[in-house]
């Protein structure tokens, strides 16, 4: 039994013994006596806050990423068609978006160029990483550069339930070669990241309204929600992408159009930067339709493209395909948000 009930109980035992023996017990002591002596008793300190990892865990869990990640790339790289040893290692230090992302490349294996496969299979490493680690939380973010490249980026790594540490989301800073974050990531004097809330505001936006507006390029060329964000190099080929919808399509026959969709994993992971803004890491999805008018559902079928008919060969009255993505976000305590970088696959077709 916990001590403090253990003492009390004595202290009752002797007392009906002997009063004599009642010093040591202090039954006759007040209760304002008892206070006074608790509050001169120093209090003890809140633990100080810790991130998930320190910064060398941090980079040993990204040195096993790459070594494993490039065994599974390596391994379906051997093979012409999707390869269950590659699916199953890579799963081991993948998760999240960017785990459905990978899966597709690999099931879409047999569609790719021979340079495409080249590429893909080709060894990679990161190089000048700095960890960031929000205090209080179970993941962190690392910003790498990919060795021998202008490409930068940020990545995500979460502990999921049940399975341990799992890159679930890796985004360039931007569309071009070097790019940089508008301002750093803030830190504190114990080198802790600050992680903000998805739901909190900053600007226009809070990050967790960020998907519905970028997604709104796709649907109606950003004349709604889109409207809440700056123009960005992403925007504009989410805009390219609304206005070519019908390209190569027959018209007279079938219409394409894009409509918001569900992702797959919901997790948002945002972090202050040193100026007060927030960056921000978003899952964001859509499916593309391709579908029948209703005077022509019965004389044809749509023929499914090569890609398409990966997940489904049948000829059908309409093609739906899925695309799961991931957003960078860059969200200024004044005006519209930013998307930085956006990376998105197809990853279902029915």
Known sequence: MPPSYYRRAVC???TALTFTLTAGCEPGEDRDSKRQRSADRPASAAPAPKGAVTADEAKEILATYVAVNNRANATQGRSTSPSPQARKLLATVEGGQLLDQSMADYTTWRTQSAKEKKDYARPFYY???VVYAPAGEPWFA???SVDGTGWRGLIIFDRLAGKGW???ATVALGDDKG???PAPIATDRAGLATAVNPTTRSGKLAPNQVADAFEDYFATGGTGAGQALAPSASTRAALKVYKERSKGTDTRAATRYFRQSDARHQQIYALKLRDGSTVAVIPSAHDQVYELKK?????VKIIPTEKEAVFSPAKRIAVIDEFQGILLAHLPTTGKPKILSHEFRMVDSQ
């Open 12 to 14: 009752a035992l002797a």
């Open 127 to 129: 190089v000048k990483p």
């Open 142 to 144: 690392i910003e790498a």
């Open 166 to 168: 799992r890159n679930v």
């Open 179 to 181: 790019a940089r974050l």
């Open 295 to 299: 005077e022509w559902i019965l004389r």
